[in-house]
C-alpha cells in the first residue's frame, strides 16, 4: 500500500487528487499539505506546509513514512506572469524542496508539466512529444526547467520522477485561479449563474483541454506504470480535447440555447494563450503507459453543467 504525501493540497488539481488518491489507497494512506488551512474540515492528516520550507518537507515526508511525493503546489502562468520572480522562487523552489526530499528519503515522484513548456516556435498542430520548447513566459521556463529538473534527477540520483504535461483543466470543484485556461472554467459558471459570459480570451484560440476526472486517473495510471516501460517518464503530451471559446460556447448552447458569448480580450493571458500549441499528440504516453481520456467536450460539459447546476443551488 502507497504512502502519498501531496503537496499544494487545496488548490485545483490538489483538492480532486486527494479525494481520489484516499479513495485507491485509503483515508489514512495519503498526508494532505497546503500553505493555508482548508476552510471546511479534512477527513483524513493535513498539515500545513510552505513548499520554499525543504526541511519542514522532508521532516512531515519522514515523519509519515511517505513511499511516494506528489508535487502539486505552483503559481500558474498568468499569475506568473505578474510576479515573475515569486514565480521563480515558489516554482522553481517548491519543486528543488520536493525533489530533494524524494532523493533523501528515496520516494517515487510526480509533478505536473503544462503545456505551457511550449513556445510560439513549437509547430503548433499535433505539437509532437519530443520537439522545440522555447517559451515565452516564466511559467513556461519554470515549467521546462522543471521537466529538465526531473530528469536529471532521475539520471544522477535514481529518483523515480514521472510527469505529465496537463492541459488546461476544468473542473467544478475548486477554482483554478491565475491561469489562462482559466476562461473554461468561468464560463459554466456564468452560464448558469448570468447565461452570458465575456471571454478575456479571444474567438478562434485553440487550446487544449482535459476534464478533470482523466486527469487524475491519469495521474493514478503513470504513477503505477512499471518502470520499464517509461521511456519520456516527466513530461507526456496528454489531452482529451482542443477548442476555443466559440466552440465550448455552441457545446454549451446545446443545453442553455439562450447563452451569449462575447469578447474582452485581456492582452496578457491572450498573447500567452497565443504562444502555446492547438493540440497535443499524446502517442508517447497511449503507447507507453495506456493513456486514454474518456470525457470528450460534450460529455464534459452535460456533466459540468449538471454539477454546477447542482452547486449554485446549494
Ligand atoms: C494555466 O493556464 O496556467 C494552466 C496550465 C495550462 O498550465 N491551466
Request: aromatic share 10%.
Amino acid at each position: 500500500m502507497k504512502k502519498i504525501m501531496v503537496t499544494g493540497a487545496l488548490g485545483q488539481i490538489g483538492s480532486e487528487l486527494i479525494v481520489k488518491l484516499r479513495n485507491e489507497y485509503g483515508t489514512d494512506n495519503v498526508l494532505a499539505t497546503d500553505i493555508r488551512e482548508p476552510q471546511t474540515e479534512m477527513d483524513g492528516p493535513f498539515a500545513i506546509l510552505d513548499v520554499t520550507d525543504g526541511d519542514k518537507m522532508t521532516a512531515l515526508a519522514k515523519e509519515f513514512g511517505a513511499d511516494t511525493l506528489m508535487h502539486m503546489a505552483a503559481l500558474l502562468s498568468a499569475r506568473a506572469e505578474e510576479n515573475p520572480m515569486l514565480a521563480w522562487n515558489l516554482n522553481m523552489g517548491g519543486l528543488v524542496n520536493a525533489l530533494e526530499t524524494a532523493r533523501a528519503l528515496n520516494l517515487q515522484f510526480f509533478t505536473p508539466s503544462s503545456i505551457g513548456s511550449f513556445g510560439p516556435s513549437t509547430p503548433k498542430d499535433h505539437t509532437p512529444q519530443d520537439t522545440f520548447q522555447r517559451p515565452t513566459t516564466m511559467y513556461g521556463i519554470n515549467k521546462v526547467s522543471g521537466e529538465l529538473l526531473c530528469d536529471y534527477y532521475y539520471h544522477k540520483f535514481g529518483v523515480d520522477t514521472r510527469g505529465v504535461r496537463f492541459p488546461g483543466l476544468i473542473s467544478y470543484v475548486a477554482q483554478p485561479g491565475g491561469g489562462t485556461t482559466d476562461y473554461a472554467v468561468d464560463i459554466f459558471y456564468k452560464a448558469v449563474e448570468d447565461g452570458n459570459y465575456t471571454s478575456f480570451i479571444a474567438e478562434g484560440t485553440y487550446m487544449d483541454m482535459m476534464y478533470m476526472p482523466d486527469a487524475l486517473q491519469a495521474i493514478v495510471d503513470l504513477m503505477e506504470t512499471d518502470a520499464d516501460n517509461l521511456i519520456h517518464r516527466n513530461a507526456f503530451n496528454v489531452t482529451a480535447m482542443s477548442f476555443d471559446p466559440a466552440e465550448l460556447a455552441a457545446a454549451i448552447r446545446k443545453h442553455i440555447p439562450s447563452f451569449e458569448i462575447a469578447y474582452d480580450v485581456d492582452p496578457v493571458r491572450q498573447s500567452i494563450a497565443d504562444s502555446w500549441p492547438n493540440s497535443l499528440d499524446c502517442s508517447a504516453a497511449e503507447a507507453e503507459w495506456g493513456f486514454q481520456a474518456t470525457y470528450d467536450m460534450d460529455a464534459m460539459v452535460t456533466d459540468m453543467l449538471e454539477k454546477i447546476r447542482e452547486k449554485v443551488n446549494a
